[in-house]
């Protein structure tokens, strides 16, 4: 079991302000990190996978980014928008596969 | 092209009684995936099929939850008889090359 750990662990912003938050998890056996945008009730909407050290991703005014030798990744939103209200997940891939989640942070942007 | 999906969407049941869940995984993918997440909780993992053969069930409680995919199509997730910590959501996931794994919107159990 991995402890993957998510902070703030809710947050509100106002529209048009930029937030991000923290991932958290153990260096050793990492494989991928991923993040999903959770909708409740909706299938939880994968953002990014990452692998190396270093990496960023960005996907319109969505990025992240990966640091595996300290263990933490950054998730940023850009200019927030009432509709980036969700909860953030993100999970620590090992080798086997399985995905190691944390409890998320849940984002709410106030219009 | 068709995303996960998953049958029912809520359960309600008693202590005792048994549910079958199910999970028809996007069209092709050899990988399915099961998770739960208890009201409050991280998702955790359950188990991982790769066609019809269990890859992994490090992940499953007890004895009482019984996964199945036969056939390498849809799977199902039977609880019997079920208790009231199985409360929570469940998750079905697929992927195709063990890359992004793509979730369904899951099944939301109550036991009573």
Same mark, same amino acid.
Request: charged share 20%; with cysteine.
């Given at each position: 079991? #991995?402890?993957?750990?998510?902070?703030?662990?809710? #947050?509100?912003?106002?529209?048009?302000?930029? &937030?991000?938050?923290?991932?958290?998890?153990?260096?050793?056996?990492?494989?991928?990190?991923?993040?999903?945008?959770?909708?409740?009730?909706?299938?939880?909407?994968?953002?990014?996978?990452?692998?190396?050290?270093?990496?960023? %991703? %960005? %996907?319109?005014?969505?990025?992240?980014?990966?640091?595996?030798?300290?263990?933490?990744?950054?998730?940023?939103? %850009?200019?927030?928008?009432?509709?980036?209200?969700?909860?953030?997940?993100?999970?620590?891939? &090992?080798?086997?596969?399985?995905?190691?989640?944390?409890?998320? &942070?849940?984002?709410?942007?106030?219009? | *092209?068709?995303?996960? !999906?998953? @049958?029912?969407?809520?359960?309600?049941?008693?202590?005792?009684?048994?549910? !079958?869940?199910?999970?028809?995984?996007?069209?092709?993918?050899?990988?399915?995936?099961? /998770?739960?997440?208890? =009201?409050?909780?991280?998702?955790?993992?359950?188990?991982?099929?790769?066609? *019809?053969?269990?890859?992994? *069930?490090?992940? =499953?409680?007890?004895?009482? @939850?019984?996964? *199945?995919? !036969?056939?390498?199509? /849809?799977?199902?997730?039977?609880?019997?008889? +079920?208790?009231?910590?199985?409360?929570?959501? /469940? @998750?079905? +996931?697929?992927?195709?090359?063990?890359? !992004?794994? /793509?979730?369904?919107?899951?099944?939301?159990?109550?036991?009573?």
């Amino acid at each position: 079991i #991995l402890n993957v750990e998510q902070s703030p662990q809710s #947050l509100h912003v106002q529209e048009g302000d930029s &937030t991000n938050f923290t991932c958290s998890f153990p260096s050793s056996n990492f494989y991928a990190l991923h993040w999903y945008r959770w909708e409740t009730a909706k299938s939880p909407e994968a953002l990014f996978v990452m692998t190396l050290n270093g990496d960023e %991703k %960005k %996907k319109g005014r969505i990025s992240a980014t990966l640091n595996t030798k300290e263990g933490y990744s950054y998730l940023y939103i %850009k200019g927030s928008q009432p509709e980036d209200s969700a909860t953030y997940l993100c999970a620590s891939e &090992t080798g086997a596969n399985n995905l190691f989640f944390g409890t998320g &942070t849940r984002l709410t942007v106030i219009p | *092209e068709a995303g996960v !999906t998953q @049958f029912p969407s809520h359960s309600v049941i008693e202590k005792g009684q048994t549910v !079958t869940l199910r999970c028809d995984p996007i069209s092709g993918h050899d990988n399915l995936y099961w /998770y739960r997440r208890v =009201m409050g909780k991280e998702i955790k993992f359950l188990l991982h099929f790769v066609k *019809e053969s269990k890859q992994d *069930e490090s992940g =499953m409680p007890n004895n009482r @939850f019984l996964a *199945e995919r !036969t056939g390498g199509t /849809y799977s199902t997730l039977k609880v019997q008889p +079920a208790e009231l910590e199985d409360s929570g959501v /469940y @998750f079905c +996931a697929s992927s195709q090359d063990l890359t !992004t794994q /793509y979730f369904g919107p899951g099944t939301r159990l109550l036991v009573l």
